[in-house]
C-alpha cells in the first residue's frame, strides 16, 4: 500500500474533512480508497460510462477547437502522462510557449488547462460561478506535476454528438408512449426543443453529420450562442500548502490502506 498515488483527477475526493474528531480520514476518502484497494488486489476495473462522461470524451477535440479559436492559437491533446512520488495525471492541455525541455524530458511549463465539456446550456456555469472544489484540487495536482505557475478549467458549450441527441429523442419517445414519430406533433414538438438543447452552432453540426434529419426546418433557426458566450474559465493559481497537503493526505491514505 505504500505504491498508493493519487490521481490528480480523484485529489478532490480524498481532501474531504471527517466529521469525526478521531478520525483523520473522511468517508468519502475511505469509499474511495477501498475500492482502490479492491481494484488492485481483486485485479477489477469500475464500469462508469454516463451520457455526461460519453459527450466529455467524444467532443473533447470540440472543445480543444473552441479554446484555441477563443485564444487565437493551436492547442493539441497532450498524450505525456506526468508521475511523481504522491500525484498521477493526464492533463487535457499544456500551453506550449512557456514549456522549458531537456533535450526530450520535460522539465516544466508554465500553464495548461483542463477541459470540460457541458451536457446541455443547464449545466454551463456562469462566470460569477465559483469553480468546483474537486476541479481545483485537480488543477492543483497538474500545477504539482509540471511545475506551471497556474492552471484553468475551462467549460466549453459545444454541440451533442448525434447518437446522443437521437438517444434523447427515442427516451422522450418512450415516455411519451410515442410509437408513430413521424405523425405525432407532441414528438415533432419535444423533439426540437431536444435539439435546440443540444446544438449550439448549426452548420459546424451539419458539417460533422451530412445528411442528419432534423425535426427543425432550417429556415426556421435561430438558435445559435456566440462562441465566445460558449467558454467560461476559473483558473487555479500554485499554492505550495495545498501541494504539501496532498503529500501529506497521501500518506495518510497509504497508512489507512494498510488497516483493510
Not at 423533439?191 to 427543425?216: C, Q, R, S, T, V
Given at each position: 500500500?505504500?505504491?498508493?498515488?493519487?490521481?490528480?483527477?480523484?485529489?478532490?475526493?480524498?481532501?474531504t474533512?471527517?466529521?469525526?474528531k478521531?478520525?483523520?480520514?473522511?468517508?468519502?476518502?475511505?469509499?474511495?480508497?477501498?475500492?482502490?484497494?479492491?481494484e488492485?488486489?481483486?485485479?477489477?476495473?469500475?464500469?462508469?460510462?454516463?451520457?455526461?462522461?460519453?459527450?466529455?470524451?467524444?467532443?473533447?477535440?470540440?472543445?480543444?477547437?473552441?479554446?484555441?479559436?477563443?485564444?487565437?492559437?493551436?492547442?493539441?491533446?497532450?498524450?505525456?502522462?506526468?508521475?511523481?512520488?504522491?500525484?498521477?495525471?493526464?492533463?487535457?492541455?499544456?500551453?506550449?510557449?512557456?514549456?522549458?525541455?531537456?533535450?526530450e524530458?520535460f522539465?516544466?511549463?508554465k500553464?495548461?488547462?483542463?477541459?470540460?465539456?457541458?451536457?446541455?446550456?443547464?449545466?454551463?456555469?456562469?462566470?460569477?460561478?465559483?469553480?468546483d472544489?474537486?476541479?481545483?484540487?485537480?488543477?492543483?495536482?497538474?500545477?504539482?506535476l509540471?511545475?506551471?505557475?497556474?492552471?484553468?478549467?475551462?467549460?466549453c458549450?459545444?454541440?451533442?454528438?448525434?447518437?446522443?441527441?437521437?438517444?434523447?429523442?427515442?427516451?422522450?419517445?418512450?415516455?411519451?408512449?410515442?410509437?408513430?414519430t413521424?405523425?405525432?406533433?407532441?414528438?415533432?414538438?419535444?423533439?426540437?426543443?431536444?435539439?435546440?438543447?443540444?446544438i449550439?452552432d448549426?452548420?459546424?453540426?451539419?458539417?460533422?453529420?451530412?445528411?442528419?434529419?432534423?425535426?427543425?426546418?432550417?429556415?426556421?433557426?435561430?438558435?445559435d450562442?456566440?462562441?465566445?458566450?460558449?467558454?467560461?474559465?476559473?483558473?487555479?493559481y500554485?499554492?505550495?500548502?495545498?501541494?504539501?497537503?496532498?503529500?501529506?493526505?497521501?500518506?495518510?491514505?497509504?497508512?489507512?490502506?494498510k488497516?483493510?
Amino acid at each position: 500500500m505504500d505504491t498508493f498515488k493519487i490521481r490528480a483527477s480523484a485529489i478532490g475526493l480524498i481532501m474531504t474533512e471527517s466529521r469525526s474528531k478521531s478520525e483523520v480520514l473522511g468517508e468519502t476518502c475511505k469509499s474511495y480508497l477501498k475500492l482502490w484497494h479492491r481494484e488492485r488486489t481483486w485485479n477489477r476495473e469500475k464500469e462508469i460510462e454516463t451520457k455526461y462522461m460519453t459527450k466529455g470524451i467524444e467532443e473533447e477535440e470540440s472543445a480543444i477547437d473552441l479554446l484555441s479559436l477563443e485564444h487565437g492559437k493551436a492547442y493539441f491533446k497532450n498524450t505525456r502522462r506526468f508521475e511523481n512520488e504522491y500525484i498521477t495525471g493526464n492533463p487535457d492541455l499544456i500551453d506550449k510557449s512557456g514549456i522549458i525541455m531537456d533535450g526530450e524530458n520535460f522539465v516544466s511549463c508554465k500553464k495548461g488547462y483542463d477541459t470540460k465539456c457541458s451536457y446541455t446550456w443547464e449545466s454551463f456555469p456562469f462566470k460569477s460561478n465559483k469553480l468546483d472544489p474537486k476541479y481545483d484540487w485537480q488543477n492543483t495536482g497538474y500545477i504539482d506535476l509540471t511545475g506551471a505557475d497556474e492552471w484553468t478549467t475551462a467549460y466549453c458549450l459545444v454541440n451533442s454528438p448525434s447518437h446522443i441527441i437521437d438517444d434523447e429523442k427515442r427516451r422522450m419517445a418512450w415516455r411519451i408512449n410515442c410509437l408513430d414519430t413521424e405523425h405525432s406533433e407532441q414528438y415533432k414538438y419535444e423533439a426540437k426543443i431536444i435539439e435546440k438543447n443540444h446544438i449550439y452552432d448549426l452548420e459546424l453540426f451539419l458539417k460533422e453529420n451530412p445528411g442528419y434529419d432534423l425535426i427543425w426546418d432550417l429556415n426556421d433557426w435561430t438558435f445559435d450562442i456566440p462562441r465566445n458566450e460558449r467558454l467560461v474559465k476559473f483558473t487555479t493559481y500554485r499554492s505550495e500548502e495545498k501541494i504539501k497537503a496532498i503529500y501529506k493526505r497521501v500518506e495518510e491514505c497509504r497508512n489507512w490502506l494498510k488497516t483493510l
